[in-house]
């Protein structure tokens, strides 16, 4: 079945450590995402991807890093300079590229919990 | 600056009743609008999407329809059921390059 895998699903990082979460697709989809969700907040962007080894900040990059060299994969390492790090990220995936990206629906992981220790 | 809305933010129903979610946004210049599910502890799932040049998508005993004049948007679920609580979320593509800005959620609690 196709889909958007991310792991691990929970997560926890000490103090001054940089972490990565994986996020890997098999939908052929050309743009990926990454969003933040806390409570009583709606989801953030961080990062977008719309083509491999290209991507964009997104609203609140600072303290977060991706990469992408391959089209199925787009890790996010969360950096030691991400000082409110504990919330629940998700990766999400598209077909479409450029302007036509926005014209196809988002499909979504299962997330990852992110915790300081 | 483009605000999404959903009203109310929690609901409870008995199975079976019909019900509406509501999503507002307050500029109508938005490209398209999508309908998410979210189950606690899990990701999204999409629902339906309904393009700038539509106004209403249908899926099963889902409908949602938009009005871009009026800046609303709206999801009819029919017959609910157990199996239909979950967390309903919105998002609206806005601005240059279309990014989706995302209402809250309505909490919904169909009960048996």
């Known amino acids: 079945d196709g889909g958007i895998t991310q792991s691990p699903k929970y997560l926890f990082r000490k103090e001054g450590q940089n972490v990565t979460l994986s996020c890997e697709q098999n939908l052929n989809h050309d743009a990926m995402y990454w969003y933040r969700q806390d409570p009583g907040q709606g989801l953030r962007l961080i990062y977008y991807s719309q083509i491999v080894n290209d991507f964009q900040k997104g609203d609140i990059a600072e303290g977060y890093s991706v990469s992408r060299e391959k089209k199925e994969s787009f890790p996010l390492t969360v950096t030691s300079a991400q000082k409110n790090p504990t919330a629940f990220y998700l990766c999400?995936?598209?077909?479409?590229?450029?302007?036509?990206?926005?014209?196809?629906?988002?499909?979504f992981g299962d997330g990852t919990r992110l915790s300081i220790l | 600056k483009q605000e999404v809305t959903q009203i109310p933010a929690a609901l409870s129903v008995p199975e079976g009743e019909n019900l509406v979610l509501n999503c507002s946004f307050t500029d109508s210049a938005i490209y398209n609008l999508q309908w998410f599910r979210q189950d606690p502890g899990k990701g999204l799932t999409s629902l339906l999407l309904?393009?700038?040049s539509q106004r209403e998508q249908t899926s099963g005993r889902l409908n949602a329809s938009l009005d871009k004049s009026s800046g609303r948007s709206t999801l009819y679920i029919a017959a609910s059921q157990p199996g239909d609580s979950a967390t309903y979320l919105c998002?609206?593509?806005?601005?240059?390059?279309?990014?989706?800005?995302w209402g809250l959620g309505t909490s919904l609690a169909v009960n048996p």
């Open positions: 999400a995936s598209s077909m479409g590229t450029g302007g036509s990206y926005s014209n196809q629906p988002q499909h």
């Open positions: 998002a609206g593509n806005a601005g240059n390059n279309r990014k989706l800005i």
């Open positions: 309904i393009q700038s």
